[in-house]
């Protein structure tokens, strides 16, 4: 099946620093993916679709200026969590779809648990 | 936009007993639904989806129904085993939007042996 590599798995940095975090499709090629954020015990929110060689549109409430999204390739996103605090400290988590259609199903990354201290 | 609802947020049942989650959507132009199962610290899996051109799917022990006038759907676990405690998401995909995919806040389902 489709696979989705996410890296790092976990992270933890202090407060100011900025994180990188590396979303990519295995064996499909992806012009869209999906950047969520699930707080412990909670749901997948959708923070923001990456679209290769485009900027990448935000939810409601997410600033693009904290986290920068790069569609670079075909196969690649990345998510760059800027001036990181304690707040952000969350399970971030990427997915694509190995067709693009509303009704293919998302395969996930593995998830990047990111602890600010 | 789309709004996911979900119910019950913590089911505990016995095992063999069957178990059902019910989730709402709000979008009419939503058309596909997902259903994912995310164990602890891992990554959500699909279980099992159910497209608007059809009324009820199964797949052995699991089954969804889709009633897209009254825009609520369901998911159905018959037999249940202590391996099926986990968390349960429901999903609704819009074709508008970039084909965003929306979650249910989650039912977190427990089966005693």
């Known amino acids: 099946g489709a696979v989705v590599s996410q890296h790092p798995s976990w992270v933890i940095c202090k407060s100011g620093t900025s994180v990188k975090i590396e979303c990519r499709s295995l064996?499909?090629?992806?012009?869209?993916m999906f950047w969520y954020r699930q707080f412990p015990k909670q749901s997948l929110m959708l923070m923001a679709t990456s679209n290769e060689g485009s900027k990448a549109t935000y939810e409601q409430g997410v600033e693009k200026d904290k986290f920068l999204i790069n569609h670079a390739s075909l196969t690649l996103s990345t998510l760059t969590v800027t001036s990181a605090h304690p707040e952000d400290s969350s399970f971030y988590i990427c997915?694509?779809?190995?067709?693009?259609?509303?009704?293919?199903?998302?395969?996930f990354g593995n998830g990047t648990r990111l602890t600010v201290t | 936009g789309e709004n996911v609802e979900q119910h019950p947020s913590t089911l505990s049942v016995q095992e063999g007993d069957s178990a059902v989650i019910k989730c709402t959507y709000s979008d009419s132009a939503s058309n596909y639904f997902p259903w994912y199962k995310q164990e602890l610290g891992k990554r959500p899996q699909l279980i099992i989806d159910i497209r608007s051109n059809v009324g009820e799917k199964k797949d052995q022990r699991i089954a969804v129904t889709l009633n897209k006038t009254a825009k609520h759907f369901s998911l159905h676990i018959t037999e249940t085993q202590p391996e099926d405690s986990a968390v349960y998401f429901c999903a609704a995909s819009i074709l508008t939007g970039g084909f965003k995919t929306i979650f249910g806040a989650g039912t977190r389902l427990f089966v005693k042996a």
């Open positions: 997915s694509a779809r190995r067709e693009e259609r509303y009704n293919s199903p998302l395969h």
């Open positions: 064996d499909f090629q992806a012009t869209t």
